[in-house]
């Protein structure tokens, strides 16, 4: 069954340190999302990448986000400095998002963020 | 205008009831909408697309309005395993493959 994997599924750390989060997404993919959801703000689209390159990352805070997709089988979301508020759930999706075809997004079963 | 919006609940409804949820979207170029639904603490999952004609699967209808531009999820005949948020997924108006979910309607459903 093909399922897109993210790591860690849960990770507490202090506020100030580095955290990176990685998604692989289901082979043959080309539309790769990641997503932040709290309770307060619901699902917010931080960055999507096609063909592995970026169209958009405005919903992200540039000055300590950043995502990129080294390879066709992994995109990171990396997070320096981290910040209390920056505590949610993060989820990785794919699709296949070819021209007027805006299929299904399979999701990641998100990775838990704690910022202490 | 919020390009995607929904009620967010919580809808309470006895098992057997009819319940349904509308979403308002602002993107009036907009051409496929989808209804994902997603359990507590796991991840979100497609329910349904919805077609301009229309989209029934079962117990679930999925309904376009275009002149007023919002979606619609009718549920019938509700089971206690209904109990989920269910969000409405519309492209934004700001970008292709661009997907925006709303904040969610909560769904209980009592025995």
């Known amino acids: 069954d093909a399922r897109v994997t993210q790591t860690p599924r849960d990770k507490v750390t202090e506020m100030g340190q580095e955290v990176t989060m990685r998604c692989q997404p289901i082979?043959?993919?080309?539309?790769v999302f990641w997503y932040r959801q709290t309770m307060m703000q619901g699902l917010e689209l931080l960055a999507y990448?096609?063909?592995?390159?970026?169209?958009?990352d405005s919903g992200m805070p540039k000055d300590r986000f950043s995502a990129e997709m080294p390879d066709a089988t992994l995109a990171t979301l990396k997070i320096q400095p981290s910040e209390p508020r920056d505590s949610a759930v993060y989820f990785c999706?794919?699709?296949?998002?070819?021209?007027?075809?805006?299929?299904?997004?399979?999701f990641g079963e998100g990775s838990r963020l704690t910022v202490l | 205008r919020k390009e995607v919006e929904q009620d967010p609940g919580p809808f309470n409804v006895p098992e057997g009831a009819t319940v349904a949820f509308n979403c308002t979207y602002s993107n009036s170029a907009s051409q496929s909408f989808f209804w994902y639904r997603q359990d507590c603490r796991k991840e979100p999952k497609l329910l349904m697309s919805v077609y301009s004609s229309g989209n029934e699967d079962g117990r679930f209808t999925a309904q376009l309005n275009r002149a007023s531009q919002y979606i619609s999820l009718l549920i019938r005949d509700s089971k206690l395993s209904d109990s989920a948020t269910y969000l409405c997924v519309v492209p934004s108006t700001s970008g292709t493959y661009k997907y925006i979910f709303g904040t969610g309607t909560r769904l209980k459903v009592l025995a």
């Open positions: 082979l043959g993919h080309n539309t």
């Open positions: 990448f096609r063909n592995r390159a970026p169209l958009d």
């Open positions: 999706a794919s699709g296949l998002g070819d021209y007027g075809n805006t299929g299904e997004l399979f």
